[in-house]
């Protein structure tokens, strides 16, 4: 990285140079005014952007800068962690020198992507007097705004003298925009460490534990229990061990919730003539949205707090006062028809009185409402997706399972409890194993085939499906699938759930045998290429009159990805594993079928 030295010599910084020689005393006097950080000595920085950090990424919020102005880097080094749409992950630099100047500071939401966040400069220069790029390589307006502020409104934070350290929302999983707050497992005024329970938290996928990681006290709870809190939302406030948890400030750059706001006192000097908590609005400084809620709940301006810019009303001020106060929608007030009518009950007085009745109607008898939780709208927002942009096709296999309970009945016997859908899940594995084209992702028009075989298997909640990982199925053992198994379905009922357990998987399978379904078809999970879906044992009799038990496994595919050959061989390999499981479970094949049986599939 080359340094640049632009040296400004215009009519003012000749004089200024011609004053070096001729008024040497000027310096003497003026200490504190140095050559190297005036205007005319300065050094251009490299320009550190937001990076794109999944492949979806338009945006993301800087979390926590782990590299202060002044530090020098190397290499690998991780300058800050970013929340992408996917998770949070570290930023790390590809080149060595010195982190000059941070644009954008902690938890900066709504980053575009390309958007210059900091300045390097090379070893051996002066850091501090970089120079701000001009043009397009300035930062965003938004994130700087709160720079343009007086200094000393940081000072004065709202609830208290003692500044205290925010705590947001997390994103706990890669899908998750907003969550609820199960229950504080801490309350105001513990001491807490790092690696202790928060909070409880369901996410769209799972209740999970929010795990603090710093040493400190708790001192405000700004979100209760049963909150419903989008990520990023300031949710709790920390200070330090030995400090007044009583007297908190609430960061006033937090997305701290709108009761918590009303008494951040204004900056600025228009701030003395508006009362705290009384807003300026007009109805021009209203959205349609907003007026329109306004009038609905039948609210006044005054009412709700704005954290919009300027302190505009925002649809989102209206709606969280309106559910932390638990307002209903309440009906119109009818309209009188004009005194000049001659029937009181003319179309106008008809349509308030309809209206009215309408909103005053009670939900039918009979019917019970249930919201919908975060995890089962985001598997119908997911599944959706998935039917509507993913070519799917089928593909059936019927298999004697015969062996498998044999087998089952003699394990058993032994001590050894295993199921079907064990059975099943190594019948997979082994499958994949052999037929490697189906252990695949499909992404942004690109086929990525897996290494490890990690078999993702639905499992039902009570707030819905699913999918906890058996990690390198294909190296484990029966029983050791059966104990891995057994462990993960009662996290999963239970919540407790870690991301890298559910998160993943390069094939999935869902059995509803056990629930005496027979046979059906299943949505493929992306960016998964296909989905096994199993049905349960049904007696038949073949062509001897004997009584043998059937299974059916239907497979969803993509057909983008995988084509039907593929598919052909994947599903003999199944059936072979699941009509002969003590050869699955060896391993391996009769070294007088192997050469043929290989041959025949096409592996």
Not at 80 to 101: H, P, R
Not at 236 to 249: F, L, T
Not at 594 to 600: F, G, K, P, S
């Amino acid at each position: 990285m080359a340094a640049v030295t632009k040296v400004r010599l215009g009519g003012f910084s000749q004089k200024l140079l011609k004053s070096f020689v001729t008024k040497p005393p000027l310096f003497r006097n003026h200490p504190k005014l140095c050559f190297h950080h005036s205007a005319i000595l300065q050094v251009a920085g490299q320009e550190i952007k937001m990076p794109s950090l999944s492949p979806t990424m338009t945006e993301g919020t800087i979390v926590k800068w782990l590299k202060k102005e002044g530090d020098a880097v190397a290499p690998g080094d991780v300058l800050c962690e970013i929340q992408t749409d996917k998770a949070v992950m570290s930023f790390e630099v590809e080149e060595e020198g010195i982190l000059a100047k941070i644009l954008l500071p902690d938890d900066s939401k709504d980053v575009k992507v390309g958007s210059l966040i900091a300045l390097m400069v090379s070893e051996g220069e002066d850091w501090q007097s970089v120079e701000l790029p001009s043009g397009g390589g300035t930062a965003p307006a938004t994130p700087s705004a709160p720079a343009a502020s007086s200094p000393a409104a940081p000072s004065v934070p709202a609830g208290g003298s003692v500044p205290g350290t925010a705590i947001n929302m997390p994103s706990l999983s890669p899908t998750m925009t907003e969550g609820t707050i199960v229950k504080w497992l801490k309350k105001e005024g513990d001491a807490v460490a790092p690696g202790d329970v928060l909070c409880e938290i369901q996410t769209d996928k799972a209740v999970m534990s929010f795990e603090v990681e710093e040493e400190g006290i708790l001192a405000k709870i700004l979100m209760p229990d049963d909150s419903n809190v989008k990520v990023g939302t300031l949710i709790a406030v920390m200070v330090g061990e030995g400090e007044d948890w009583k007297d908190v400030a609430i960061p006033s750059g937090g997305a701290a919730p709108a009761a918590a706001a009303a008494p951040t006192p204004s900056a600025g000097p228009k701030a003395s003539s508006t009362p705290a908590g009384v807003h300026a609005h007009s109805d021009l400084k209203m959205g349609p949205a907003v007026r329109t809620l306004l009038e609905a709940y039948q609210m006044s301006p005054t009412e709700v707090p704005g954290t919009g810019p300027h302190g505009l009303l925002t649809k989102g001020d209206v709606l969280q006062v309106i559910k932390q106060k638990g307002l209903t929608a309440k009906a119109p007030k009818p309209v009188p028809p004009p005194a000049s009518a001659k029937s009181p009950s003319g179309p106008a007085t008809q349509a308030a009185k309809s209206s009215a009745k309408a909103a005053s109607l009670k939900p039918t008898e009979g019917f019970t409402d249930i919201e919908l939780t975060s995890m089962r709208k985001t598997i119908a927002k997911r599944l959706t997706e998935s039917k509507t942009q993913i070519p799917h096709s089928y593909g059936l296999v019927e298999c004697q399972v015969d062996k498998v309970i044999a087998l089952r009945k003699q394990l058993k016997s032994e001590n050894i409890n295993v199921s079907i859908n064990d059975f099943v899940i190594k019948a997979v594995a082994v499958a994949l194993q052999q037929v490697p084209e189906i252990n695949a992702l499909f992404s942004n028009d690109k086929l990525s085939v897996s290494n490890v075989v990690d078999i993702s298997v639905a499992v039902a909640t009570p707030n819905g499906l699913i999918t906890p990982i058996i990690k390198d199925a294909d190296r484990l053992g029966l029983v050791q699938i059966s104990q891995k198994m057994k462990e993960l379905a009662g996290k999963a009922k239970e919540g407790k759930l870690q991301p890298q357990e559910f998160m993943g998987g390069t094939f999935t399978i869902s059995n509803l045998g056990m629930f005496g379904i027979s046979e059906f078809s299943a949505i493929i999970n992306p960016p998964q290429v296909a989905i096994l879906a199993v049905g349960g044992g049904r007696p038949e009799l073949d062509e001897e009159g004997k009584l043998r038990t059937m299974m059916t496994g239907t497979l969803s595919y993509d057909r983008r990805a995988v084509d039907e050959v593929q598919v052909a061989n994947f599903l003999e390999v199944i059936k072979r594993n699941l009509e002969n499981p003590n050869m699955m479970i060896v391993g391996g094949m009769p070294a007088s079928e192997d050469a043929e049986e290989r041959q025949a599939l096409g592996l």
